[in-house]
């Protein structure tokens, strides 16, 4: 007999009333998640994943409401279901991980009474018999000292262990459905790695099926069965995981994984290639393919007639696409087209930083503090960095929260002092003069792109006066009229129309603003560009224009890049050179092709085996760290990555600081590992077609 679906959704429509009338958010939507089946939705900001999520939950808000089709959770409609029975199922037989933990946790209630809430809510439990389930799922999601994070409110933990303590009140009451809408964006790589793998533990563990929304499509890949890819509000391909990532028959997938930076990609020779255009806002989608006007294969009086219907791929019946044309579609030819830009040499050393140290003192007025003599910590943020950037060079400052990289940012752009060493622009010590005190010129050579451009903007004045600004301020030129035409040089240089000048930033998209961000940073002609995460927060087609545009504008003018990120993929594809932090220690440093291959520090190792890769043909080694980056008030002696390296050796790493070992010029590792040791270390990361030479 044919198993019934766990969940089906047949021909949904989800509309939103608004002052402008109807908006129709998710069109003729087909789903069907089988038991213990994981099921991946991709696609850009705003196509409707999320959408689909909360209409599962039946949680649309006051405006939203099923306009058509149907929701079947074990066969029943749920349309049909009263309100009682949908707060039973919802947190029992479904459960739901949102992005941000915070927003899911009740700061003012400790961790263990919000976890027994789920199990006494839906179940005939005693509170001690809830408490002890509670505590055993804790341990289950592998959280450190479980009865301490019981007894703690949901600020006293990190992040990652938020994000665990978020699953396991999912887990509590052993759903059927497991809805998780992006749950570990927020996360560092390495905590992510070990968060996808305890779901996929639990799932096979409990038989949970899974809905498991997201852009990031090499998560997709590693926790998934089967992909549905979404395109304003429709389902535009459907299949298997192999089915879609391996012979995808839509424009758009197509689209998604050009944007992506995958193994092999090279930001001058094979540059990722972004869709042209904008997702169009529903109550302005196209006649006929509403990807058309961003297809590369569009063809009028085909993609512009009726309605395009979801059709079967010959030969695969489960593999769905929507697209007029997929069958007769020549994938090697008028698909888009990288531009490949001329690699640029680096030149003279821009920036120099010296033994650079950055502490802080933390005085508690406590009692007791005083009597122990421990009433003054220091935090050791930043201790002793070293290295060089040149001129038209990109250098990655990589590493997990807390490691120093932001810390290392404000101290070279004049926001805190530091405690010793040296940080020298074109010949000037920066690191004791507060931004304050520094020369006009000298802000102007140093300049930021920040992570969100939601914030960056003043939401008051237009975008060419807030360009304007940073030109006068810092003396490129002061003729109004020359003023405007520089406006105008960089809002073409962002590639962005020049009518954009007059306006205000809540009439632009994310990926535009961001455009803005960068063109205002460029705009004083500075010698160092500090890009901090300038990309997390922007869907995968539109971070590849702006690391496109990133590199155009960065040989162009020639200046200096530093990027700090915690996506080694991106790292990998726009870097030259690569400086991995540790707790305020530089463990690993070099050129990115000697930083991503063997010999490794075992920290970049295991970050590197924690990058989710959207590619099958790719092998990846397993490396999961134990624990949490230990805090920088109270850091581990001897090697400050002895709590959590898979490769320690012995006393020695907890009792000696490592030596820094260059293994060939300009790459040094902090380590105490033999170098015969290091240089027997394996590839992390290996292609098939690698593999089989």
């Not at 962002?494 to 960068?518: E, T």
Request: aromatic share 6%; with cysteine; glycine share 8%.
């Amino acid at each position: 007999m044919e198993q019934t679906p766990i969940l089906e959704c047949r021909d949904l429509c989800i509309s939103y009333e608004t002052r402008a009338g109807e908006i129709p958010a998710v069109i003729d939507f087909n789903m069907k998640v089988m038991p213990g089946q994981g099921v991946g939705i991709v696609g850009e900001s705003g196509c409707g994943k999320s959408t689909v999520a909360l209409a599962i939950m039946q949680y649309l808000g006051s405006n939203g409401y099923i306009k058509s089709g149907e929701i079947f959770f074990h066969g029943r409609d749920m349309r049909t279901m009263s309100e009682e029975e949908l707060r039973s199922i919802r947190g029992s037989k479904i459960a739901m991980i949102y992005q941000e933990p915070m927003a899911s946790l009740n700061p003012s209630m400790k961790i263990g009474d919000q976890l027994a809430e789920v199990p006494l809510f839906h179940e005939d439990v005693t509170r001690a018999e809830a408490l002890e389930r509670a505590l055993a799922l804790l341990e289950a999601v592998k959280l450190p000292d479980p009865k301490r994070i019981m007894d703690a409110y949901p600020h006293q933990i990190s992040g990652g262990q938020q994000q665990r303590v978020v699953i396991a009140m999912a887990l509590l009451s052993k759903p059927d459905l497991l809805l998780l809408d992006e749950p570990t964006t927020a996360l560092d790589v390495t905590v992510e790695r070990g968060i996808v793998e305890l779901v996929k533990e639990i799932s096979e563990e409990f038989g949970t099926a899974m809905i498991y929304i997201s852009h990031n499509l090499g998560l997709i890949l590693d926790t998934c069965d089967r992909v549905t890819v979404m395109y304003s509000g429709e389902a535009v391909e459907d299949g298997t995981i192999n089915e879609v990532f391996d012979a995808m028959c839509h424009p758009y997938t197509s689209g998604l994984f050009a944007s992506i930076p995958l193994p092999g990609a090279d930001k001058n020779e094979r540059p990722l290639v972004p869709i042209p255009g904008q997702l169009p806002l529903p109550h302005q989608r196209p006649k006929g393919c509403f990807f058309g006007p961003r297809c590369a294969f569009f063809k009028a009086g085909t993609c512009d007639q009726d309605k395009v219907p979801m059709r079967s791929v010959a030969g695969e019946e489960g593999h769905k696409v929507r697209c007029a044309r997929f069958e007769e579609i020549d994938w090697a030819e008028g698909d888009h087209t990288a531009v490949t830009v001329k690699s640029v040499k680096s030149g003279k050393v821009v920036l120099e930083v010296r033994n650079m140290k950055k502490y802080y003192e933390i005085r508690s007025s406590s009692i007791l503090a005083m009597i122990r003599g421990d009433a003054v910590k220091t935090v050791k943020a930043n201790e002793d960095i070293n290295f060089n950037a040149r001129e038209a060079e990109t250098v990655a400052i990589v590493g997990e929260s807390g490691c120093g990289k932001s810390t290392f940012a404000k101290v070279l752009m004049g926001l805190e002092e530091a405690t010793g060493g040296e940080v020298i622009l074109n010949g000037e010590d920066l690191a004791h003069v507060s931004v304050q005190k520094r020369k006009a010129r000298t802000v102007g050579h140093l300049q930021m792109v920040f992570q969100n451009p939601f914030d960056t903007l003043n939401p008051s004045h237009s975008v060419g006066s807030q360009i304007a600004r940073v030109i006068r301020k810092f003396g490129v030129e002061t003729d109004k009229e020359k003023v405007r035409q520089k406006v105008n040089d960089l809002l073409d240089l962002v590639k962005l129309p020049r009518d954009f000048a007059h306006r205000r930033p809540r009439q632009l998209s994310g990926g535009q603003k961001q455009r803005i961000g960068i063109a205002r940073a460029f705009a004083g002609n500075p010698a160092v560009v500090v890009a901090d995460e300038p990309v997390s927060a922007l869907d995968v087609s539109v971070q590849a224009a702006v690391t496109g545009l990133l590199t155009e504008i960065q040989n162009e003018l020639r200046s200096t890049l530093l990027f700090i990120s915690h996506d080694l993929s991106v790292v990998r594809y726009l870097s030259d050179r690569v400086v991995v932090m540790y707790l305020g220690h530089i463990v690993e440093q070099g050129t990115t092709d000697e930083v991503f291959s063997p010999p490794y520090h075992p920290y970049t190792e295991a970050l590197l085996s924690a990058v989710p890769i959207a590619d099958t043909s790719v092998e990846q080694k397993q490396i999961i760290l134990k624990g949490d980056i230990p805090s920088a008030m109270n850091p581990p002696p001897g090697c400050p990555f002895q709590t959590r390296c898979p490769r320690k050796i012995g006393a020695i790493c907890e009792t000696e600081v490592p030596p820094v070992k260059e293994l060939s010029p300009g790459h040094t590792i902090f380590c105490h590992l033999e170098e015969e040791v290091l240089n027997a270390m394996e590839p992390v990361i290996v292609m098939h077609d690698e593999a089989a030479e």
